[in-house]
């Protein structure tokens, strides 16, 4: 049972660069969402999605780009990295049914943009 | 908006303590609150989930209450040990919705 998987687990990028963050979840949930994490910040969300087709801004959203064509995936681009942008991405999926759901979290992606 | 705040930031205590962290919210107006773990450069794994009409919820040593009309939940650890040592985190949602809003966290140390 993987639950949500993430890729890659590390990655290092120039400024600049550009690249996409994986995120799958074989558990048949409609809500998707991407988190960062930063020391002093907590996790902050970024972009999130209520189903194929549909995503919508979080709380930090500039930067990155997010779609979402399948109930199982939903990857997280950055179009031009910047040094900012170095933290812990985490992945999350979750059923969120008349108020009552429960949220599901992958293992993360450490990146570091130089 | 929602905001969450967690209180101790940081614990230290010998094996054994039974422990309480604490977690309160400005927007009581939630239909769920959960309680998260997270060892060191890891992941954020699901301890407890507690609905609405709830008050309480138990997982072995591990008991989370919710107070909607104060704004406050508690997690209480029983007999800590070392392996208890960690992050918690507690993520109540942005009203009736499954965006989750966390505090900042306690870290735990459970010293042998």
């Known amino acids: 049972n993987a639950g949500v998987t993430q890729t890659p687990k590390f990655q290092v990028l120039k400024t600049g660069q550009s690249m996409t963050l994986q995120c799958a979840q074989d558990m048949n949930h409609e809500y998707m969402s991407w988190y960062r994490q930063d020391p002093g910040m907590g996790l902050r969300l970024i972009h999130y999605?209520?189903?194929?087709?549909?995503?919508d801004q979080g709380e930090v959203p500039n930067g990155y780009n997010v779609s979402r064509s399948t109930t199982e995936d939903f990857p997280l681009r950055l179009l031009s990295a910047a040094p900012s942008q170095t933290s812990v991405y985490f992945c999350a999926s979750s059923y969120w049914t008349r108020g009552q759901g429960e949220a599901f979290f992958g293992q993360g992606t450490r990146l570091t943009v130089v | 908006k929602q905001e969450v705040t967690q209180i101790p930031a940081a614990l230290s205590v010998p094996e054994g303590e039974n422990l309480v962290l604490n977690c309160s919210f400005t927007?009581?107006?939630?239909?769920?609150l959960q309680w998260f773990r997270q060892d060191p450069g890891k992941g954020l794994t699901s301890l407890l989930l507690i609905q609405s009409s709830q008050r309480e919820q138990t997982s072995g040593r591990l008991n989370a209450s919710l107070d909607k009309s104060s704004g406050r939940s508690t997690l209480y650890i029983a007999a800590s040990q070392p392996g208890d040592s960690a992050t918690y985190l507690c993520?109540?949602?942005?009203?009736?919705?499954?965006?989750?809003?966390f505090g900042q966290g306690t870290t735990l140390q459970v010293k042998p």
């Open positions: 927007d009581s107006a939630i239909y769920n």
């Open positions: 999605s209520v189903g194929a087709g549909i995503t």
């Open positions: 993520a109540p949602p942005q009203g009736n919705t499954g965006k989750l809003i």
